[in-house]
């Protein structure tokens, strides 16, 4: 497995649950659960990805802008879920703040998958592809235990 196949695993689950969320009414437990696995999902994903796919693209020039792009995104994302954090999930609020965190999310997916990804294989080499996706998994699957 290489390091673009293993953000896409994580990627189709955050699609899948931003979906499932928003299929969800008012402060049910479906919402509630729904939300609870995009935001863990999230959480850990933006952690590992920041650590073992940014981090080292930073250390290459045409890596550098790429990153920081991404970076904020996850820091969009995060703000978003904070939001949605302090707002009671039967408000027409929550909702309104959900659809922008589901569209911010598969703006970011697309666009990594799109974009992000052609350039930092032109970037990495074949070793550094799978040695990052090795360590991604592990800090992935670290942060999704805590």
Known sequence: MNIFEALRESHDRQRRYAEAMLQTQGASDER????????????????????????????????????????????????????????????????????????????????????FFQMAGKILDAKQKKT???HYVKELEEQRAE
């Open 132 to 134: 990052l996706a090795e």
């Open 32 to 115: 509630a659960e729904a939300y609870r696995l995009l935001k863990e999902e999230l959480q850990a994903h933006e952690t590992a990805e920041e650590r073992h796919f940014y981090v080292p693209l930073m250390a290459h020039d045409n890596g550098v802008d790429l990153s920081r792009h991404g970076i904020a995104e996850h820091h969009e994302m995060d703000e978003l879920m904070e939001e949605l954090d302090a707002t009671d999930m039967s408000s027409p609020a929550w909702l309104a703040t959900a659809k922008k965190l589901s569209h911010k999310v598969h703006h970011h997916l697309e666009e990594e998958e799109q974009k």
